[in-house]
Structure formats: structure tokens, C-alpha cells
């Protein structure tokens, strides 16, 4: 079951949601782009492994819901990649989509234990699209795995 909460991170009231499963419950912003889950309390993480320094540096702790909450990293196999890049100060989304590797290119990109064989697909980071802190949904359309059904929302006013 799924309902719509307030986000801890940015506020919004349209566009966070909490679904419930059998023993867990999962959240997700499409306005800042955090998702949490029952599983990330102070007593079950300490980091989250494999993870960015600026994913780490950037989590933050909802004293209501007693849970910590990431900025998403969302890999889409074949549709790409959408992932926080900056500093703690200055960061926003990217989308960097999969392309082919050109042939004259192909060598650098070996697969590893099969000598010989090449990898025919990249991310490419070098030309990612580049969303504000407050414009995850319009990074999720970009990549096609969300539609225009969800209101797009507006950060909250600075003071």
C-alpha cells in the first residue's frame, strides 16, 4: 500500500511517498530526490556501503520517523543513470544516458576475464544532464521512467 507523506528533506506534501510492504516500508521524494526505508536507523547503519562521499556527506536524520535518509542513486541498466555529483555546498542531479562505444573507442573499454571482448555500451557521464536539487522528477522523465502524472512541485521559498 502506498500514500503520499510529507518529506522530511524538502517539505513537499505532493510528491513524497511511503509504501508499506509486509514487514517494511520504503519512502521516496520525486521533488529532492531522498528515499529512506525502515531498514537505515541509527542502530542498523553506520554507512551505507559502496556509496559517494557526497551521498554519505549529504544524509540526513528524520527524528520522526527515527530513520536516515539518502540522496538517490537510481540505475536503470540500459536507460542510464541519475545520481547526486557536486560538493555538500553546490549539488544537483545527473542523467547521464548509455550510448555506444565507437568502434575506434572500443579497446578502452575491455571486459574484464574475457580477453579479447569489449564492451559495446557506456554511460556517458561526460555529456549527463545536469537537474537542480529540487528537479529529481524532471531528471526521472528525462530517463523515461516517469510519466506526467505527478504534479511537478517548486522548492520551498529561501529566508
Keep these: 500500500m502506498e ?10 506534501q505532493d510528491s ?10 520504503s519512502y521516496m521524494c520525486f521533488n529532492c530526490g531522498f528515499m529512506s526505508s525502515s531498514n537505515y536507523t541509527k542502530d542498523s547503519v553506520n554507512k551505507i556501503e559502496n556509496t559517494s562521499k557526497l551521498v554519505e556527506d549529504l544524509k540526513y536524520f528524520d527524528e520522526e520517523r527515527k530513520l536516515y535518509w539518502y540522496p538517490s542513486v537510481v ?3 540500459k536507460l542510464g543513470i541519475i545520481y547526486p555529483e557536486g560538493s555538500i555546498e ?3 542531479w545527473r542523467f547521464a544516458s ?20 569489449f564492451y559495446t555500451e557506456k554511460l556517458d557521464v561526460k555529456n549527463a544532464m545536469e537537474f537542480g536539487q529540487y528537479e529529481f522528477l524532471q531528471a526521472c522523465q528525462s530517463m523515461g521512467i516517469v510519466g506526467n ?7 520551498l521559498a529561501e529566508s
Excluded at 500514500?3 to 513537499?12: A, F, K, L, N, S
Excluded at 548509455?98 to 571482448?117: F, T
Design 98 to 117: 548509455v550510448v555506444s562505444v565507437d568502434e575506434h573507442e572500443k579497446e578502452s573499454y575491455p571486459i574484464l576475464d574475457k580477453e579479447g571482448k
Design 75 to 77: 540505475n536503470m541498466g
Design 149 to 155: 502524472n505527478l504534479q511537478e512541485t517548486k522548492p
Design 90 to 92: 553546490n549539488w544537483g
Design 3 to 12: 500514500r503520499i507523506v510529507d518529506c522530511p528533506i524538502c517539505y513537499d
Design 16 to 25: 513524497c511517498f511511503e509504501d508499506f510492504q509486509e514487514k517494511f516500508k
